[in-house]
């Protein structure tokens, strides 16, 4: 069994940055992929990034490229979001999640693959 626990989210004004932390315990995520998804109010989640096991792989969403990046630290079992030029539309709820498969050949991008999930961490970005 794995427990994610977000942090890092709050208030910022558009155009400024946060990095969120995905720790995870339990037991090991190393062989994992890791992905972070987010759910606005009255939206459905969506997928925002995702990390291959040991970090050489990554992808984004097409409304984050360019300004979010993706990483982790197997060891310390965490993996990180960092959100710059924040846009009022980045507002949501952000979970981690960590995949099903360790053998998944493929970055993992739909939610169905993933098979742990951290409670959420609230960014709210400001006009």
């Known amino acids: 069994q794995v427990q994610l626990v977000e942090s890092g989210g709050g208030l910022v004004q558009a155009g400024g940055s946060l990095r969120l932390s995905c720790a995870a315990s339990?037991?090991?995520?190393?062989?994992?992929?890791m992905g972070w998804f987010r759910q606005a109010p009255g939206m459905e989640r969506e997928f925002v990034a995702t990390?291959?096991?040991?970090?050489?792989?990554?992808d984004y969403a097409a409304s984050v490229k360019g300004r979010f990046t993706i990483s982790r630290d197997n060891a310390k079992n965490t993996v990180y979001l960092q959100m710059n030029s924040l846009k009022p539309e980045d507002t949501a709820v952000y979970y981690c999640?960590?995949?099903?498969?360790?053998?998944?050949?493929?970055?993992?991008?739909?939610?169905?693959?993933?098979?742990?999930w951290g409670q959420g961490t609230q960014v709210t970005v400001s006009s």
């Open positions: 999640a960590a995949d099903s498969d360790p053998v998944r050949l493929r970055l993992p991008y739909r939610e169905s693959q993933y098979a742990y």
């Open positions: 339990g037991r090991t995520v190393s062989g994992y992929a």
């Open positions: 990390i291959s096991w040991s970090g050489g792989s990554t």
